[in-house]
Nanobody, 119 residues
Framework: QVQLVESGGGLVQPGGSLRLSCAAS????????MAWYRQAPGKQRELVAV??????NYADSVKGRFTISKPHAKNTVYLQMNSLKPEDTAVYYC??????????????WGQGTQVTVSS
């Protein structure tokens, strides 16, 4: 099994910045993709950013403000969030598509970390 541990959430003023981290550990053969999702109160969970083999994609609402990254030699993904807005307030979840062997991949979720953007 694989565990994802997130950190970096907190309270920040509009226009501020935060960096989220997600470290994967356990039975990892390789990681195909890692992503960040978020879920605001009363809303559905949405994909924020994804990184696959070094290529990245972002939700339109965060383009130009958020950056997802993953160092090649580490099973850790980061989400740098700049120019934060109140509408970015949500629980942010890390997701990883993990190969535990050569032939099988499974999705794992982190526990979520709260990001609150408020003055």
């Amino acid at each position: 099994q694989v565990q994802l541990v997130e950190s970096g959430g907190g309270l920040v003023q509009p226009g501020g910045s935060l960096r989220l981290s997600c470290a994967a550990s356990g039975s990892i053969f390789s990681i195909n993709a890692m992503a960040w999702y978020r879920q605001a109160p009363g809303k559905q969970r949405e994909l924020v950013a994804v990184i696959i083999n070094g290529s990245t994609n972002y939700a339109d609402s965060v383009k130009g403000r958020f950056t997802i990254s993953k160092p090649h030699a580490k099973n850790t993904v980061y989400l740098q969030m700049n120019s934060l807005k109140p509408e970015d307030t949500a629980v942010y979840y890390c997701n990883a598509d993990v190969f535990e062997s050569r032939w099988a991949a499974r999705h794992y979720w982190g526990q979520g970390t709260q990001v609150t953007v408020s003055s």
